[in-house]
């Protein structure tokens, strides 16, 4: 008896995870290949799992003996060696991640830590999408600006009281136009709170609705809110690090390299907006396309000149707005420290801009700058947990960890 849907199934499972393991590069297809690619990449041991699974069931049931099964099984074999070479591709982000931190923080980084958590939280692969955090405290919703559901914050700590703990403020992606607080920076941001951090995660104006800068100007009112307030809630104001990915990433970026700048601090000029540490992940950096990338120009002109900046800020005639928010071009020797991750594989920011932005950090920054080019890696790599994102996370606690200690140690002796 065929059983043209075992085939079907087959055939299906062996396009996503050809697609994830080279993915296409038409611009025509780029949103299906990035979901295609990078749920298939981070989900790789469920997927061959389940693989495994559904394949062992069909021969039980039906036997080999068909044209069909034997055409599937082929598939199913292909198709599980090719999952094992994208879990083996996550797995190494571990070494991805130790090679970047060594190279900018030096050999003996770790050891000055005092501790070295690289194990992999089992649990947590096990029930990747499962958002509770019950060894976390979570205070929701908290108005940082006037304006409503766009200008609250949820702040992460640890359910014991501490005082005095280093600040993670987290800047969700989306575009610039869609996106929340809720969905992303929540598996570091529990593993950072578990530790003894509190996090901060907040909402910000979206487009078209909003228009450049009310991004920008939004998150540093969040700092400054974190300013003024995160002491309530266990934290150190004098130390604020930034994380945030893609639109997120950029609006990091953009934080660290524009701090207490008057143009983007509208009746507020005199708060201070300092960050002392940047992780942004697979960031837009060439905002302004003055690098000249193809990619670069496509998405400025199709997207951010179109429905981020109002329609009379055109980018040949008002060239200097958009520079001005452009993380690429404002770099400057006082730069804080930074740690910069992309994937190599990202359908949506092409790693060259990465590459680019570290070249030109390195040129001018007196501070560290660790980069980690991270192999197989999509966009959005980071948004629930998988082997990939769990070294990911590790790895950027322990430079937000020695960041913390050198910081201290500088201010200990002023």
Known sequence: MVQPNFLIRRAVQLGLTANALRPLRARSTTIPVFFAGWLTGELAPQILALTAADTALHVARHGTGSRSTKAGLAMAAASAAGLAALIRTGHGAREEIETALTSALGENYAAE?????????????????????????????????????????????????????????????????????????RPLMRYLARRGW???????????????????????????????????????????????????????????????????????????????????????????????????????????????????????????????????DRITSDAPPFFVIHGRDDSLVPVREAREFVSRLREKSRQPVAYAELAGAQHAFDVFTSVRSAHVVRGVARFLDHTYNAWKAETANM
Request: aromatic fraction near 8%; hydrophobic fraction near 40%.
């Open 113 to 185: 830590l005092g501790r070295s958590d690289l194990g992999l939280p089992w649990g947590e692969l096990a029930l990747p999408f499962r958002m509770g955090a019950p060894d976390v405290r979570i205070d929701r919703n908290i108005a940082y600006a006037p304006g409503g559901k766009r200008f609250l914050l949820d702040v992460y700590r640890p359910v014991s009281e501490v005082s005095g703990a280093p600040v993670l403020l987290q800047v969700h992606g989306g575009a610039w136009v869609i996106g929340n607080k809720e969905e992303q920076g």
């Open 198 to 328: 509190v996090c901060v995660a907040i909402n910000y104006p979206l487009s078209p609705a909003h228009r450049w800068p009310a991004h920008i100007v939004a998150a540093k009112q969040s700092l400054a809110w974190i300013r003024s307030s995160i002491a309530s809630y266990g934290g150190d104001p004098r130390f604020v690090a930034v994380t945030g990915g893609s639109a997120g990433g950029h609006l990091s970026a953009l934080l660290a390299l524009s701090q207490n700048d008057p143009a983007l601090q509208p009746d507020f000029e005199d708060a201070d907006t300092s960050v002392q540490a940047c992780v942004p992940h697979y960031g837009v950096y060439d905002f302004a396309a003055t690098s000249g990338a193809p990619a670069s120009k496509y998405r400025l002109e199709s997207l951010i000149a179109r429905r981020v900046f109002a329609p009379d800020r055109d980018p040949v005639a008002h060239l200097d707005d958009y520079v001005a928010a452009s993380p690429l």
